[in-house]
């Protein structure tokens, strides 16, 4: 996964929250983002379904939905707006079969 | 009662919420986000120990007193957090959010959906730390993290100076300003541009802090390159005299301006029309922000034009609807809103002028640049599009031919950029990418149920 990408400057006073991405367990706080949480672990969200260049977001605000993940089974999410949880199984490649909407 | 929809609770969304609030109306306020704020008065998550007084330096006052305002109104009102529109059809809103899809009908709606960041493609932007503009910022408010630890802000654009001030006010290190446009443009429209006097000082101010923190700044100079191989290294660009300068870094802040997001105004009916200084296809609105029938368009998605022009658009906006509606007028001060408004809307040019579009370094891009993110489609293959015998070759033809634009992000980003390559960096008129129903995707589960 590489160093961090991001560099966190104010921590959260909130409990500790523990989930996973692609099987790795993952600490961060309630209130943090998965993209920050992924992004502050490592250096990339995902790679991209094309080429397999690494890709890490871009907009930050929902917008360009460059940051999706899995969440369990079924699941698509948007990284920079959904919130970490205990337990969540994060993946980031489609859990097969993927079903695009 | 008489239902009013508000989408966005920005400064824009809250100011029209707020002259809604004496009146004889239901009104349902409906953001994305989890919290009231939109993009200027972004708050950060709860629980996390972020000192927004030193982040906002003068500007904490406005911040403080916009969120006590919009506390007390999302109490009183019935305020949906988390809550995507995602589309407008048969008079009614349609939502998603976690518990679910739904139409809500509507009498009268405002959107106030603000904008996002205007992107010119470069080689490398797709890095793992090239990120928006407004997502650098976005982040820092949002969840007290920096975008790297050495980081470039880069392009053009009046938020350029701001965020990077932001930043190395909390202590991140920034490695340079690169902005796009020459420092003599910037000049010329100083005349233009003191029409807002207090936007102007705050830009000056950004710019003396960063110069006193050491920031070297680079104006006139062309973003080249984003280089790295797993993710970025460096920033190059190619400075006014004409040499070539890399600035090794961690992290880039890249935009170039704001584009509003006007896809649910398109889809309620409001026209679009291109604008030539701007070049962007914009809503028409008339001056108090009517858009159509029971239509009304207040903030960035209408205009872009900033906070303080956000929030008296806002609140024009809902007199012209209470006026429309036959409704007792609320008490805004509509001569006093209309003359600060054209005051701040009145320079255009200036803008434009101060913060370049540079549109013909669409031209100049090479082949294999990534145009389109989502999909990975490369300027040469809409080139190739291009070359395609077609009656009229828009925007909207070579998206179906190249899939430039068909991608998950509908084209917000490739848009101006394809835009231009389709005009062929002419300055004519350009043509646009039409908006489309889910305006963003929506959870697979709710597609089924959603279907428009
Ligand atoms: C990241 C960023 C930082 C900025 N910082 C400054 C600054 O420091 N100073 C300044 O003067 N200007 C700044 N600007 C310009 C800024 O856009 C305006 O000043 C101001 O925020 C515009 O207010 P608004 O209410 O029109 O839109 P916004 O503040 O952008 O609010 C729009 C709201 O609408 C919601 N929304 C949009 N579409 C939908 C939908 N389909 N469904 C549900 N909700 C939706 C969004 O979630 C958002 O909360 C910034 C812009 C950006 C993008
Ligand atoms: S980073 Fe753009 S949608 Fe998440």
């Known amino acids: 996964m ?59 605000m929902g917008a360009c939905q460059d940051c999706w993940v899995w969440i369990g089974p079924d699941r698509r999410a948007r990284a920079c707006t959904t919130p970490v949880a205990d337990g969540l199984q994060v993946s980031t490649i489609p859990p097969a079969p993927a079903g695009f909407a | 009662m008489t239902r009013i929809v508000i989408v966005g609770a920005g400064p824009a969304g809250i100011a029209a919420a707020d002259a809604l609030s004496a009146a004889p109306v239901e009104v349902t306020l409906i953001d994305e986000a989890a919290r009231p704020g939109g993009q200027l ?114 392009g053009s654009s009046p938020l350029l100076y701001l965020a990077a001030s932001q930043y190395l006010r909390m202590g991140v290190k920034v490695a340079a300003v690169i902005d796009s446009t020459p420092f003599a443009a910037k000049l010329r429209a100083l005349p233009d541009m003191a029409r807002a006097p207090a936007t102007l000082a705050a830009g000056l101010r950004a710019m003396a802090e960063l110069r006193l923190g050491g920031v070297p700044i680079h104006q006139g100079a062309r973003i080249e390159r984003f280089e790295g191989e797993e993710r970025l290294a460096a920033v190059q660009c190619r400075a006014g005299a004409g040499q070539l300068v890399r600035i090794a870094c961690d992290a880039a802040a890249y935009g170039h301006g704001l584009r509003p997001e006007a896809q649910l105004a398109e889809l309620a009916g409001c026209e679009l029309r291109y604008d030539p200084v701007q070049r962007l296809h914009l809503p028409v609105i008339d001056g108090d922000g009517r858009a159509g029938e029971r239509l009304y368009i207040a903030g960035d998605g209408g205009h872009i034009g900033g906070g303080q022009a956000a929030s008296l658009s806002g609140a024009l906006a809902a007199a012209a609807l209470l006026d429309d509606l036959g409704l007792p007028a609320s008490d805004v001060d509509r001569a006093g809103s209309r003359r600060s408004l054209a005051r701040l809307r009145g320079f255009p040019n200036g803008i434009a002028a101060a913060f370049r579009w540079p549109r013909e370094q669409v031209v100049a891009l090479a082949d294999d640049t990534i145009l389109c993110r989502c999909e990975n489609i490369r300027v040469g293959e809409v080139r190739a599009a291009l070359r395609q015998p077609m009656a009229s070759p828009d925007a909207n033809r070579i998206k179906a031919v190249s899939r430039c634009g068909m991608g998950r992000c509908q084209g917000r980003f490739c848009g101006p950029a394809l835009a231009e390559l389709v005009g062929a960096g002419h300055a004519g008129e350009l043509d646009r990418l039409r908006a489309q129903a889910p305006i963003k995707p929506l959870p697979i589960a709710l597609a089924g149920e959603a279907a428009p």
């Open chain 1, 2 to 60: 590489g160093s961090p990408l991001l560099l966190r400057i104010a921590s959260f006073e909130t409990k500790q929250v523990r989930f996973t991405c692609d099987g790795r367990p993952i600490a961060a706080r309630q209130g943090e983002s998965l993209l920050a949480a992924l992004l502050s672990a490592g250096d990339h969200l995902r790679r991209h379904e094309g080429n397999g260049e690494p890709r890490a977001g871009f907009c930050l």
């Open chain 2, 41 to 154: 008065y972004r708050s950060p998550a709860p629980g996390l120990k972020l000192d927004m007084s030193r982040l906002l330096g003068s500007s904490h006052g406005a911040y403080a007193a916009f969120h006590d305002k919009a506390a007390g109104l999302c109490r009183r009102l019935d305020y949906r957090p988390g809550t995507l529109v995602w589309s407008i059809h048969g008079g009614a809103v349609h939502l998603a959010s976690a518990s679910g899809a739904a139409a809500l009908p509507y009498d009268a709606l405002i959107l106030a959906t603000g904008a996002t960041d205007r992107i010119m493609p470069a080689p490398g932007w797709t890095l793992p730390g090239v990120f928006t503009l407004g997502g650098a910022q976005a982040l820092l408010k949002d969840q007290g993290v920096a975008i790297g630890r050495r980081v470039v802000f880069c």
